[in-house]
């Protein structure tokens, strides 16, 4: 059985067994870099507006090595039924439409432009360098994955919010969220021979050593790197190298003028082999010159 096949049969099982309380329907989306994501899109009936969609990959994994086709549905039945009296997907339902309730959670989220370009025709964005930025409202994490809903220009207009404000919004809550930084020791051959560990951003980063920095969630983390406030108090004066390989962080080394370029590309290709194809940001470096107050792609000499 394929996955097209598995999802069908999901489907109309779920209609079957959850028909007199939820409308089910088959949902295809586009994930961050255009990687397809299937899965079941439910509705309460009575209450259409309060709608989750649960992919299915994951399931079809399982039910491919381990389980059978009656514990992967019993499985999702019950992770429906918990999800759609979820108090914090209840609670989205009702903030979303309130500004002063839902500005406390609206961030930045930097993604790849090249293999984005149909998802941000849809969506409120600015390029950032050769980079876009986008906006989020994200509600919290729940079994089936996090809470969020993408800024549109429809929701702006209900707000009656403009995009200065939004952008000004979303980056003072980057800044007030702040971030977390972990050390991966010393940089060998374009990777990192350490134990990753939590440290203080206020910490003195050492020379030829690699460090994440991302936030407290470890999600969308290389947002981060619109934190100028941030990445002045842990560069201590120094310039940074910034490598954005993933969504969720960004690899930081303090220039001491002897790295090589080519051993960053290599580090960053080395990470990105073992990546997620949706979690891909970029595969080049970045500059942040502390003097400037500036950040650039790197551009060799």
Not at 120 to 146: A, C, N, S, Y
Not at 186 to 199: N, P, R, T, V, W
Not at 262 to 283: P, T, V
Request: glycine share 6%; proline share 2%; net charge negative.
């Amino acid at each position: 059985m394929n996955l097209e096949e598995f999802i069908n049969q999901v489907v109309e099982r779920l209609k079957a067994d959850l028909g007199e309380t939820y409308q089910i329907d088959k949902n295809e989306t586009v994930e961050n870099n255009g990687i397809p994501k299937y899965g079941v899109r439910v509705r309460k009936r009575g209450q259409e507006d309060l709608t989750a969609t649960f992919y299915l990959g994951e399931d079809y994994t399982r039910f491919q090595s381990e389980e059978d086709f009656e514990v992967c549905i019993r499985a999702l039945k019950k992770k429906i039924k918990e999800t759609m009296d979820h108090v914090e997907t209840n609670e989205l339902r009702t903030i979303v439409p309130d500004w002063d309730r839902i500005q406390s959670y609206i961030f930045p989220m930097v993604i790849n432009t090249e293999k984005n370009r149909e998802f941000l025709r849809k969506v409120i964005h600015r390029p950032f360098l050769d980079m876009t930025v986008m906006f989020r409202v994200i509600m919290g994490e729940i079994e089936e994955g996090w809470v969020y809903v993408d800024l549109d220009e429809d929701l702006l207009e209900m707000w009656n919010v403009t995009r200065q404000e939004l952008e000004e919004l979303s980056y003072a809550n980057l800044e007030r969220e702040g971030g977390r930084l972990y050390s991966c020791g010393e940089l060998k051959e374009g990777a990192f021979s350490g134990k990753i560990e939590e440290i203080s951003p206020g910490t003195a980063l050492r020379e030829n050593y690699m460090y994440i920095l991302t936030n407290e969630e470890q999600m969308y983390g290389a947002a981060q790197i619109l934190n100028r406030q941030l990445l002045r108090r842990i560069s201590g004066g120094s310039n940074l190298y910034l490598l954005p390989c993933s969504v969720h962080e960004l690899i930081v080394l303090v220039d001491d003028g002897n790295i090589e370029v080519e051993e960053l590309i290599k580090a960053m290709h080395n990470i990105e082999i073992s990546m997620k194809k949706q979690d891909i940001l970029q595969d080049h470096p970045y500059y942040y010159d502390f003097a400037r107050d500036e950040i650039r792609v790197y551009q060799r000499n």
